[in-house]
């Protein structure tokens, strides 16, 4: 026997060796998250005398890790959503229970329709009184849970962002060693732990890692806003606040802003608002944001808008005509208004303040072109400011507090097809009986305005924004209920004008909703009665719980999909690596067998 067959065989031994130590790496690392199967593939000698053990890589597929992380950002994004969802249709209650809000609003109608069928029972105007409080009570309720959602969001969006932050520094660390580790070919467990960190980030936002020839990664957004370069890592800031408030809104500028944004520092020094430039569309910070800026204002708005409908169904009156008839706008106060119909559909709001200069933000009123204009003490003062307010296109009269419009002879613009006016009648929130014996009052008022008379002016910031939460029974009605019926001190307690009016203004008469509600439609308002509104509010809210569980259901199935595929091509299968446990030890006995013949025969030939 040949010393080359001696070298061989020890070669060998070595080499399966070292095999059999990766196996066994991988069988103790099946339950290892993160971690990819190893092989060592054994290389032979330049003299032909044997093989080397060889360089350890993984079983990689960069395709599947790919979609397993797409996947990962998809999972992230819709289980938030639907936590989130789930929370909110949470707060409407169990449909058909005595607390939930379409049970406390039945109670409230109910009340209402006895009411109106006998006003000379004074435990019914009590009981009544108690229903429309519970109704106020438990709108304030929902709307203070949506806004502990939103809080919570923010707390959330906070400890995301810095988690995030942490991993990609985490990330830029690992490429400094996996460089320094002679890039691709670096320790296994260097590369395993870079894609663990960057898959662990996929949860948070959505990435791409592309692969730089030195063995770094670089990572970005899909996007493509730079988040690691190198050994450089984009720094990331959160400026949260404690606590939201129905007034606390997203603005791209940040002194207007009332919530915290996120921004980036990228490797290259440029400092990106992550919100305003879109940059991020999946993962959990993603549907974070979105429920904080969206999901909850809108719902926040709904409440705000069913809250404003209720007040206002007891004291508006709405009067229209065509144009050149006069419509009676006595008692107009700020936030009232004045709309043209135009004979090309288009139209035109005019919003009474103060000093004219109501500020409006987007979906507060829908109109094609919304104006405020200056109230005026006299009706030559009002008829010159309504004119102002829509220039020189358009006439305007005002005599004994009666409006005509028309549109001026030369002008070149649509005709008036009709003229309409919103007008609170009560002149403050404690008149529930006046001489002119009018069925309107002020049943809900808000809490939080010196008046308390709900109008939805704009002076100071909208009246309407949070008035969910400042929703309550007129005090005035509360220590007298006699005023659910006697609209005048002349009313016979019988009379069931106001007792049928009030019924009418929540379930028969109509009230525009504003498209910003996301009610009926998603740029157009919405008519309807207020109890209808209540309903559909519900309704939608629970058809948006059912989608986002059914969307995240399915989202789910599609990350195990990803994840199963990718433990099948980079996972460790214990099945085949105890077969490669075998064919290693049998390789191992040959070699040995090798050896022991040969120290046999050197035995012997010593002994000649």
Known sequence: MSLNAINTATAGLQAVQAQIGVVSQNIANVNTVGYVKRIQSPVSQNDGTGVNAGTVSRI?????????????????????????????????????????LDGVLNGYTQSLQALANDPTVSSVRATVASNGATLASRIGTIANGIQTLRTGMESQIAGDVKSAGSLLKSIAQLNVKIVAANGIGASPDLLDQRDQAINQLAQYMDVQANQVGDGSITVMTQSGVTLVDHGTAASLGFDSRTVLG??????????????????????????????????????????????RDD??????????????????????RTVSAPAGTAIDIAGLKSGNRITLALADGSQIALVASKDGNAAFRPGDVDAGAVRSFTLGTTDAAMATNIGAALGADYSVAVTGGKLTITRSAASPTPAVATVGATVTVPSSATETKNSANNAEIALFVDSGR??????????????????????????????????????????????ATRPQRLLA?????????????????????????????????????????????????????????????????????????MANLIQLQTAYGANARVLTAARDMLDTLLRI
């Open 246 to 291: 129905p007034g606390n809104l997203y603005s791209a500028d940040a002194g207007k802003s009332g919530v915290g944004t996120i921004t980036a520092t990228t490797p290259g020094g440029a400092r990106i608002d992550l919100i305003a430039t879109g940059a991020l569309r999946s993962g959990s910070l993603a549907a974070a944001v979105t429920a």
């Open 295 to 316: 999901t909850l204002v809108q719902a926040q708005r709904q409440l705000d808008e069913l809250a404003a409908g209720l007040a206002q169904s007891t004291t508006d």
């Open 60 to 100: 990689l597929n960069a395709t599947s890790q790919k979609q397993l992380r797409l996947e990962t950002s998809g999972a992230a994004y819709t289980n938030t959503a639907a936590n989130v969802a789930t929370q909110l249709d949470a707060l409407y209650g169990v449909p058909g229970s005595s607390t939930s």
């Open 450 to 495: 010196a008046n308390g008379l709900y109008t939805g002016n704009f002076d100071g910031g909208s009246q309407l924004t949070g008035f969910a939460q400042r929703i309550a029974l007129n005090p005035a009605i509360k220590a007298d209920t006699s005023a659910l019926v006697l609209s005048s001190p002349t009313t016979q307690s019988g009379d």
């Open 505 to 577: 203004g929540l379930t028969t008469n109509t009230h525009t909703f504003s498209s910003a509600s996301g009610i009926g439609g998603v740029r157009a308002p919405f008519t309807t009665n207020v109890a209808d509104f209540a309903l559909r509010i519900i309704d939608a809210q629970g058809a948006n719980a059912a989608s986002s569980l059914s969307l995240d259901e399915g989202q789910q199935i599609a990350l195990a999909t990803a994840q199963s595929r990718f433990a099948g091509e980079s996972g460790v299968k214990i099945d085949e690596e």
